[in-house]
């Protein structure tokens, strides 16, 4: 995070000094976009998951869920006469997060709210809760989820025998580009072992994509992901030219809804068709 922004958040809220000396459960800090607390306040519990989804109360129809690394933090009074009303957490946290220039999202003054801001460029999306002597901050630094599972290549074998394709999602790019980044190696390694296995196969590799932005350049996109693991194929792991064509289908053939990010995630893919 920026110094300049956690400062900004900084001042917000009640100064550090207020809560020096206080016992913190071990382990346990301030996340560094909201470095102060409330006075008085102790951190009680923590944690952070690298990558786990939190629903966001809306004020009106189905909850809000987004995905990424969430840390959740739960403050507690250390004497009750010291608790803060709803309103002053809620303004509190409504103010730090408007001051970095984030927009509130929901608001039950006297008990909760949420927002989101974009921080050193990514998504970050905050709930602030009071209730019973303690306040529960959640943040979310939204962020796709890091694929440690990939395939082998019986498994790539075995769809093709039985549909004549089968999708590789552990083949990875950044948003909007056709690079291949280092930790698509392993699933590039996988479907390398499937070719030289049955040196007779040949395949189409394909690009998919989501729905996000214009239709004919996803189109281009696709194609030039799929191009790219073409390369990749014959240039690092040996595999003939002539066994391998890539083509683009763009969001043109979906497995999933667009309408949420984790349906888009699965439609962002490789799909390897027996030729």
């Not at 809620?90 to 709210?113: C, D, F, H, W």
């Amino acid at each position: 995070m920026h110094s300049r922004l956690i400062l900004s958040v900084a001042l917000m809220l009640s100064s550090a000094s207020a809560f020096a000396g206080l016992p913190d459960k071990p382990g346990c800090t301030d996340h560094p976009l909201f470095p102060t607390r409330m006075p008085n306040y102790r951190i009680e519990n923590c944690s952070v998951k690298e990558f786990d989804a939190l629903s966001l109360f809306v004020a009106k129809g189905p909850k809000r869920t987004v995905e990424g690394r969430v840390t959740t933090i739960t403050y507690a009074v250390v004497d009750r006469k010291d608790e803060q009303s709803g309103l002053a957490v809620v303004r509190n946290y409504e103010n730090a997060l408007t001051k970095i220039g984030g927009t509130i999202a929901a608001s039950e003054p006297q008990r909760r709210m949420n927002g989101s801001a974009t921080v050193d460029g990514k998504e970050v999306w905050v709930e602030a809760e009071r209730g019973n002597g303690k306040i529960w901050l959640r943040i979310v630094e939204k962020q796709a989820m890091a694929q440690h599972i990939v395939a082998d290549a019986a498994s790539f074998g075995n769809d093709l025998k039985a549909t004549g394709h089968t999708a590789v999602y552990g083949i990875f790019f950044d948003t909007g580009k056709s690079v291949l980044k280092p930790e698509s190696t392993p699933a590039l390694e996988e479907v390398a072992k499937l070719l030289a296995a049955d040196l007779a196969l040949k395949l189409w590799v394909v690009g998919h994509t989501d729905s996000v932005g214009g239709a004919d350049g996803n189109m281009e996109l696709a194609r030039a992901r799929a191009e790219a693991v073409v390369t990749a194929l014959t240039a690092k792991h040996g595999i003939a030219a002539a066994r391998l064509k890539g083509y683009g289908v763009g969001p043109l053939a979906p497995v999933a809804s667009n309408d949420a990010e984790d349906g888009r995630a699965k439609n962002r893919r490789v799909e390897l068709v027996k030729q």
